[in-house]
Nanobody, 123 residues
Framework: QVQLVESGGGLVQAGGSLRLSCAAS????????MAWFRQAPVKEREFVAA????????SYSDFVKGRFTISRDNSKSTIYLQMNSLSPEDTAVYYC????????????????WGQGTQVTVSS
């Protein structure tokens, strides 16, 4: 079992920045590929970014590439999502997720999920 807790969400103006964190507890954190997803009202959950077990490889959706950066600190069992140049379209609940396999853009590939943190970007 892996427990994931997100933090760092909030209200920010367009053009601003936020840094999300996801702290993991339970089994060996470094055994898991990690990802961020988001879900806006009446929309499906969508892939944002992912990072491999060692942090050596990352993957981003096209709509965040160049604005968001995913990273991890295995010594702290935590991943991060630095979000810059935020726009109202980024408003959503952001979830972190863990997979015992390699990184994927698919929701179904991830076994463990956090409860989410709300990010609201005002225009």
């Amino acid at each position: 079992q892996v427990q994931l807790v997100e933090s760092g969400g909030g209200l920010v103006q367009a053009g601003g920045s936020l840094r999300l964190s996801c702290a993991a507890s339970g089994r060996t954190f470094s055994s898991y590929a990690m990802a961020w997803f988001r879900q806006a009202p009446v929309k499906e959950r969508e892939f944002v970014a992912a990072i491999t077990r060692t942090g050596g490889t990352t993957s981003y959706s096209d709509f965040v590439k160049g604005r968001f950066t995913i990273s991890r600190d295995n010594s702290k069992s935590t991943i991060y999502l630095q979000m810059n140049s935020l726009s109202p379209e980024d408003t959503a609940v952001y979830y972190c997720a863990a997979s015992p396999l390699t990184i994927s853009t698919r929701v179904a590939a991830y076994t463990y999920w956090g409860q989410g943190t709300q990010v609201t970007v005002s225009s």
